[in-house]
């Protein structure tokens, strides 16, 4: 009994040395390749680290990232406001614009005719050739999140603008302030960040439901569907 008790002992251990064994060969092996992948793409000249997507900074009139945040106090704002104007449901206003009421559009018209400022740094972004941003990368991938904020907030006051024209009849308007969003969108997919590229998809979505809606409700004239294309 002793020694089978033992030869139990003894087998028992060899087969967690064994275990113990593979766990350490599989994890050196897959650190192995995990550091030949990030010296492949090192050697393509792309960036392994967050802190390497760093670059040298633009003159603030240059870059599109310095204008969009110039508007980020006004469409925060309009984001706040959207919460006291009765009758919106932000799922509304992106996903089924032709359930907003007249007195909603008309609310959400008063208060964006009141703050036009914003829109003029918006479409200075939209101008721009470059978009660079200006974050502190050792702070790591949180800093992103303020940056993709203001891009939600500027969609939101985009859309409501376009909707608000649409329903005052002014279709080529309205087809204009979308055609804004796309330029803003495809600005921003200049940031090589796939989180920032991914929210650019969602906020084109955006301006496509809006856009679909102004075609649908409102007349507009060829020029204005042709300056459209171009931008798309």
Not at 205 to 225: E, N
Request: hydrophobic share 40%; net charge negative; aromatic share 6%.
């Amino acid at each position: 009994m002793k020694s089978a008790r033992n030869r139990s002992i003894v087998v028992l251990g060899l087969l967690v040395m064994f275990i113990v064994g593979i766990v350490v060969f599989t994890a050196a092996r897959k650190r192995s390749s995990v550091q030949r992948m990030r010296e492949d793409l090192r050697g393509a000249g792309d960036p392994v680290l967050f802190t390497e997507y760093a670059t040298d900074p633009i003159p603030d009139e240059e870059n599109g990232y310095y204008h969009l945040m110039q508007s980020s106090e006004g469409v925060r704002a309009f984001s706040d406001a959207l919460l006291g104007i009765p009758g919106i449901d932000t799922q509304v206003l992106f996903g089924v614009p032709s359930d907003l009421s007249p007195q909603t559009l008309d609310s959400l018209g008063k208060w964006l005719d009141e703050h036009p400022e914003m829109f003029e740094d918006l479409r200075q972004a939209a101008a721009s050739n470059k978009y660079r941003p200006d974050i502190d990368h050792s702070e790591g991938y949180g800093v992103v999140a303020t940056d993709l904020s203001v891009l939600r907030s500027a969609t939101r006051a985009i859309v409501a603008r376009a909707l608000v024209l649409a329903h005052r009849g002014n279709g080529d308007e309205a087809l204009e302030a979308c055609g804004l969003g796309f330029a803003l969108q495809q600005l921003m997919q200049n940031d090589p960040l796939l989180v920032t590229y991914l929210s650019t998809i969602a906020a084109q979505d955006s301006f496509l439901v809006a856009v679909d809606h102004i075609l649908r409700t409102c007349p507009t004239s060829q020029a204005a569907r042709d300056e459209l294309d171009e931008v798309l």
